[in-house]
């Protein structure tokens, strides 16, 4: 394959005669064989079929996308173009999971994720911008025994908290949380309630996720680096499996683009999950080591809405840095600078990790739901104050000014960035300011940029990320 650079880490497959095989990496023999797969790789050596199928959104036309010599083979589509109707079991159990609605299908691309494999793009957008519900799932199987099961998910969400829905079982599930739940199976991001400061949180980057089920209780892990919550799941067995929100009538939805999903009905072995998962990283180049951790935090502007296929400005950024940087997004749509200023021990103070050589907080421009709802310059800045006081003596805080919306009144707004231009650099030492609100696109309101009367387009994203990446480089190692 020949591919051309596109951004955020994903490149467009082009075709040339030239291409040399590419060698699959399959699933190793373990003590147990997998009991459902489904992916955009070719995961086990035995199957013969197709990755999935698509429906040209034009005219509802379907295909079988085939596996070329590793990767299913989508030289021949495009986001606009088509959509997963269905992702086989490579097994050969039968579990294929589906979506029949058109509206409520993932999209599909030839766009790459590090420049390798194929993506599902459960890409449903959060509040009110472009919602699409996108799911898939199937109610036959696998059938999964709770306290003896293992899952495994190679993925990139688009933020890693305030409930996004990744997996669960049975497909049926109206309820999932890693810690409370002892009626079925499921993965998502840390939800908001009940919130453990102690939990791994998910990467937005390509990252294998473990959730395994045993006597010993309940285990999750980032890469094969794992945390017990020492309560055994309930004995019994669930039927089905789902992706992209926990139930075909609720609301709550997954963005993220998936491009394997592996399920073992038995407890493995440390051992065995760190083959498993190291099979996974193969397929496209996952990042398991790095020398900075970014942590991302703010409201709706920085959790995602407006987002185009994923792809968030705190994911531009990632996916474009000079030095390695594992991230993780905290923003929570609906969230004030108080609010943050309140939780910052518990959801961002306590996200250090020594292991890093620098760990970096990024303030995404917060503060426009404090306005909103009448909060004065005056209150926000001694927000300001007490959120960057209570960030890590070791952990180096960037802050940003807060751009316009279109609805407001007064001058909250300007007043406050015009104090934290004057003051940021006391704000904890060695702080950076990026001055969002004085980017003149920003500055008022223009659908080029804005994709409602708060929350910014791809455009938009992309003049944050422009923004934001000089000063991450300049704090990163």
């Not at 299908?105 to 030839?110: D, E, I, R």
């Not at 003896?148 to 829905?165: H, K, R």
């Amino acid at each position: 394959m020949m591919h051309t650079r596109l951004r955020l880490g994903f490149q467009r497959q082009h075709k040339r005669s030239s291409t040399p095989i590419v060698l699959p990496t399959f699933l190793p023999t373990v003590s147990a064989a997998p009991s459902f797969v489904v992916g955009t790789s070719k995961l086990l050596a035995t199957y013969a079929g197709a990755a999935g199928r698509v429906q040209r959104v034009s005219d509802d036309v379907e295909a079988d996308i085939p596996f070329g010599s590793k990767f299913a083979n989508v030289s021949g589509l495009t986001l606009s173009s088509h959509q997963w109707k269905t992702l086989y079991d490579q097994t050969g159990n039968g579990n294929h999971i589906a979506q029949a609605i058109k509206a409520n299908q993932p999209s599909a691309s030839n766009l790459l994720v590090n420049g390798l494999q194929p993506a599902v793009h459960f890409d449903s957008s959060p509040l009110a911008v472009g919602v699409k519900s996108k799911y898939m799932g199937t109610a036959s199987g696998p059938t999964t025994e709770k306290s003896a099961f293992t899952m495994f998910l190679l993925m990139v969400p688009s933020f890693s908290f305030n409930d996004n829905y990744y997996a669960c079982q049975p497909d049926s599930a109206t309820t999932l949380s890693l810690f409370t739940s002892s009626a079925n199976v499921g993965l998502r991001g840390n939800n908001t309630s009940p919130f453990n400061s102690t939990r791994k949180m998910p990467r937005i980057q390509p990252q294998v996720l473990r959730w395994r089920g045993s006597s010993a209780g309940k285990q999750f892990a980032v890469n094969g680096s794992a945390q017990l919550i020492a309560t055994a799941p309930a004995a019994g067995t669930v039927t089905g499996i789902a992706f992209g929100h926990h139930s075909t009538t609720a609301s709550y939805d997954g963005e993220f683009d998936l491009m394997a999903a592996v399920v073992y009905n038995a407890a493995l072995s440390d051992a065995d999950c760190l083959q498993v998962e190291t099979a996974l990283y193969a397929q496209c180049n996952v990042l398991t080591t790095a020398s900075n951790l970014i942590i991302f935090d703010g409201d709706s502007r920085t959790e995602g809405s407006g987002h185009f296929l994923n792809q968030t400005w705190a994911k531009r950024v990632l996916g474009s840095l000079s030095k390695p940087a594992h991230a993780i997004n905290m923003g929570i749509g609906g969230q004030t600078l108080q609010s943050m200023a309140g939780a910052v021990a518990t959801r961002i103070t306590a996200l250090y990790d020594a292991s890093y050589a620098k760990n970096v907080v990024v303030m995404g421009g917060p503060a426009i739901n404090d306005f909103t709802a009448g909060r004065t310059a005056a209150q926000a800045q001694a927000d300001a104050q007490s959120y960057c006081a209570g960030v890590h003596a070791n952990q180096a805080l960037i802050v940003a000014t807060c751009p316009f919306r279109s609805t407001e009144s007064g001058t909250a707004r300007t007043d406050y960035n015009t104090w934290l231009r004057a003051n940021y650099a006391s704000l904890k030492s060695g702080a950076i300011l990026v001055d969002l609100a004085a980017i003149p696109q920003l500055a008022s309101y223009s659908t080029d940029y804005y994709a409602d009367i708060v929350h910014f387009n791809d455009a938009g994203q992309q003049l944050w990320a422009a923004a934001f990446k000089p000063a991450i480089e300049a704090a990163i190692a």
